[in-house]
């Protein structure tokens, strides 16, 4: 594993290269270029162990599937969470973790493990491809995914087993157990994240580290050209307004390393990177991620949208339909140049 830099080094938000001294600091000074070649995005092509924990081949009742407006969701522990997970959300989940990959350049966590890690817990999930990947990069680790769904491979390295559990349950795992918990794309799943770092803290070794990947929900644009009238931008603080209302906050992400700290973690550090949310950038590298989460967008935009507006601000699924014509044209609008920012917080159980 290449050696990491300093700690509280922000990266720039366009390339991943380290500048400045703070996250807040690279997201202020280094906006991201814009094509001025850039016609419609639709113009581009191509691009622990325990007898109360289920497992996805003995828990017959886990497949007891909930079905609303058309999708299909989760049954273990409904309402928990708000996307689907039916095929067309698992080939959503692949594209996304692969635009994920190409965002940090193929690296799968930013913390400094130990490089001979024995336990490894991927909280979250979804279809195991980090946790595959991972267990793949560390063959003496024992790697556990869980999640509500079991949509998972059977495909899997031997040093890697799923299993179906609540992560809002209490923990069954042995303290001081884990080298590394690790969570992504779990923006909306916890009601409580306060709660999840101290029980992260206490499944961990002393010198084990905690890694949350997050979005923050929240559409941003730093030239103006996301009118607050837009669709978009409506879209966008609607969801935040559902997701308080349901109790699942869409923006938990930003605050991540300070419940790190509150939670007596050491050695914290929190990077912020921006996702364009079509090909707008000019940078070749930020285009094609640009290109992946508008599709990832696009695919997972309805099934977010319904849940939630359904749910939380009764809207009618006639409703949120005909809103998200004019949400959808503003996606795909290179003129409009918006993006998310994605953090990676991680700190360190005191040895």
């Not at 390295?157 to 590394?180: G, H, M, Q």
């Not at 709660?195 to 084990?208: C, I, N, Q, V, Y």
């Not at 935009?301 to 005909?322: D, G």
Request: aromatic residues 10%; hydrophobic residues 35%; contains cysteine.
């Amino acid at each position: 594993m290449s050696s990491l830099p300093s700690p509280n080094i922000a990266p720039n938000v366009e390339t991943g290269l380290l500048t400045g001294s703070s996250s807040q600091e690279g997201l202020q000074n280094h906006p991201m270029e814009a094509d001025s070649t850039a016609s419609d995005a639709s113009d581009d092509h191509g691009i622990g162990d325990d007898l109360s924990t289920y497992t996805a081949s003995l828990a017959s009742t886990v497949s007891d599937y909930q079905y609303e407006n058309g999708r299909r969701y989760n049954g273990y522990r409904r309402g928990n969470y708000v996307f689907p997970n039916d095929q067309q959300e698992i080939e959503r989940l692949h594209l996304q973790h692969h635009m994920i990959s190409v965002l940090f350049s193929g690296r799968l966590h930013w913390a400094p493990i130990d490089p001979n890690p024995q336990r490894i817990l991927d909280i979250g999930t979804g279809t195991g491809s980090w946790a595959v990947d991972i267990a793949d990069m560390y063959p003496s680790a024992h790697v556990i995914g869980t999640d509500l769904s079991p949509i998972q491979s059977h495909w899997v390295p031997p040093n890697l087993v799923y299993e179906i559990d609540d992560a809002e349950s209490e923990w069954t795992y042995k303290r001081d157990s884990f080298d590394l918990v690790h969570t992504r794309f779990l923006t909306g799943a916890f009601a409580d994240w306060p709660k999840f770092t101290e029980r992260s803290f206490r499944a961990l070794k002393p010198g084990g580290w905690i890694e949350c990947q997050e979005i923050e929900s929240r559409i941003l644009s730093d030239d103006g050209t996301l009118p607050p009238d837009s669709a978009l931008a409506k879209w966008s603080q609607l969801l935040i307004e559902a997701a308080e209302t349901y109790g699942r906050s869409v923006m938990a992400a930003a605050k991540l390393a300070d419940w790190m700290e509150d939670a007596g973690y050491v050695n914290v550090t929190n990077r912020c990177f921006k996702i364009p949310n079509n090909a707008w950038p000019k940078n070749p590298k930020m285009k094609e991620v640009g290109m992946y989460q508008m599709v990832n967008f696009l695919d997972g935009l309805q099934a977010l949208t319904m849940a939630l507006f359904t749910r939380a601000l009764r809207w009618t699924a006639a409703e949120v339909e005909s809103f998200l014509v004019e949400v959808r044209k503003d996606i795909k609008n290179k003129h409009i140049h918006s993006y998310t920012n994605f953090y990676v917080a991680y700190g360190q159980k005191p040895e």
